[in-house]
């Protein structure tokens, strides 16, 4: 996906980098996610080509309207991984701090990838407590994730999570967001089957 550069102006790139974001974004939270644990690389593609073809009708990305539609139609017809090549747009870890929007999703990767689950988002009057029966259930509780984060994706309001699952994965789950830099939790609520935390940044 890095093709996609070609003869942009580098004052774009912070746009690039940012439409990459929100379609990372939108495929973590999507309902997508409820139906099963394990998307096929296909599902993917299609949650991400959707969204990319509906953000190229926005003023916002003009610049390279022609490239992502270009891009899309090259991704989904040689079977790439589209995930994969939205996440090389993402601006390196070294040098300056991630924005806050960057580390949150690394952060539901991590999470996702340490429980073998998919995080949900739900309102909580919504949330299904019987999803992933066999394993555990991670709900980050809220109507619009988006809001939670500024345009220029720094984080502005604190995010509740919902967690379910033995005391195992309750131990990986709270050590996983312990281990941020950027971020710390307060628990909310617990019992023996499920916990409730309020994230916020450090």
């Known amino acids: ?25 939108h495929l973590y939270t999507s309902n997508a996610g409820k139906v099963s644990l394990k998307r096929s690389r296909s599902d993917v593609n299609d949650v ?15 610049p390279f309207k022609k490239k992502i539609r270009s891009l ?42 340490e429980l073998n689950t998919t995080v949900l988002v739900s309102s909580p009057e919504s949330v299904d407590l019987q999803f992933n029966p066999k394993g555990c259930l991670l709900c980050v509780l809220s109507q619009d994730l988006n809001a939670h984060f500024s345009e220029r994706n720094r984080f502005i309001a604190d995010i509740s999570m919902l967690f379910r699952g033995t ?20 628990v909310e609520f617990e019992d023996g089957e499920f916990v409730r935390i309020t994230l916020s940044l450090r």
């Open 1 to 25: 996906m890095r093709s996609i550069h070609t003869k942009i102006k580098p004052e774009f790139e912070p746009l690039l980098s940012e439409l990459a974001l929100h379609a990372l974004l």
């Open 48 to 62: 991400i080509s959707g969204w990319l073809n509906k953000a190229s009708n926005s003023k916002k990305y003009k």
């Open 72 to 113: 899309v139609t090259h991704a989904r017809s040689q079977r790439l991984d589209m995930e994969a090549m939205l996440e090389n747009l993402l601006p390196p870890e070294g040098g300056d701090e991630l924005p806050h929007l960057d580390s949150f999703l690394l952060l539901i990767n991590t999470l996702e990838k």
């Open 167 to 186: 005391n195992g994965e309750k131990h990986a789950f709270l050590r996983t967001i312990y281990s941020s830099s950027i971020f710390e939790h307060k």
